[in-house]
């Protein structure tokens, strides 16, 4: 499974978008690019899943580069309570054994 | 919305007592999933189950832990004689694993947070 790294914390303020990138250089060819969200004393929240290009969801952009080595989740817009730690997570479509990193701890102030 | 279910959501034992975790999956779900949060961390891996089977469990430590998922009824997380270094958080999650689909999502529920005293 790809390694991740993701930046450890991130600042925001209300009603600017933020992108959170994530450094996967051992990708392989049949692994996805899935983010998730948690809040505090919750499970992990699925956000959006991607393989190639862009994808697009109600609640986030996800953002692949050609060589795939890389993605950027960017959520337009961010609210208070979108603070929260996100992680990025690499692996075959039809693996079950999800790999969690330390994630992105993002706080968007007022 | 009948999402993933655990309770309780709060445990507290004393050191060489048992710990009992409990999972609803989602409604049509029959894959089972659990995970470990210690402060600060990201989730590990701990098992993976389908209903009357335990399919993969190199993520749980081989005393002291076990997983079902019977026929009927959640699946249960135990820990007999827990230590205090088994204070964590529990998730639970679930998932179709449709064939047909392309990716398999994980829905998690809220947790079960064990102190152990």
């Known amino acids: 499974l790809a390694k991740t790294t993701q930046p450890i914390s991130m600042d925001s303020y209300e009603g600017q978008e933020v992108n959170i990138t994530c450094s996967h250089n051992n990708i392989a060819t049949n692994d996805y690019i899935t983010w998730y969200q948690q809040f505090p004393s919750q499970g992990p929240r699925f956000i959006i899943q991607?393989?190639?290009t862009k994808v697009t969801n109600e609640v986030a952009s996800l953002f692949i580069p050609a060589d795939r080595k890389s993605s950027t989740l960017s959520l337009p817009r961010v609210s208070l309570s979108d603070t929260a730690v996100y992680y990025c997570l690499v692996g075959m479509d039809s693996s079950y054994k999800l790999i969690f990193g330390s994630g992105t701890r993002l706080l968007v102030r007022p | 919305n009948a999402g993933v279910m655990q309770n309780p959501r709060h445990l507290v034992r004393r050191r060489g007592q048992e710990a009992r975790l409990r999972c609803s999956p989602m409604k049509g779900h029959s894959h089972v999933y659990w995970y470990r949060q210690l402060p600060e961390e990201g989730l590990k891996f701990m098992v993976y189950l389908q209903k009357e089977n335990i399919i993969d469990e190199s993520g749980m430590p081989k005393e002291r832990f076990s997983a079902e998922f019977p026929k009927e009824g959640p699946s249960i997380l135990r820990i007999q004689q827990v230590v205090r270094g088994d204070s964590a958080a529990y998730f639970c999650?679930?998932?179709?694993?449709?064939?047909?689909?392309?990716?398999?999502?994980?829905?998690f529920g809220p947790g079960t947070r064990l102190t152990v005293l």
């Open positions: 991607g393989y190639k």
């Open positions: 999650a679930s998932s179709s694993r449709d064939r047909g689909a392309n990716t398999d999502t994980q829905y």
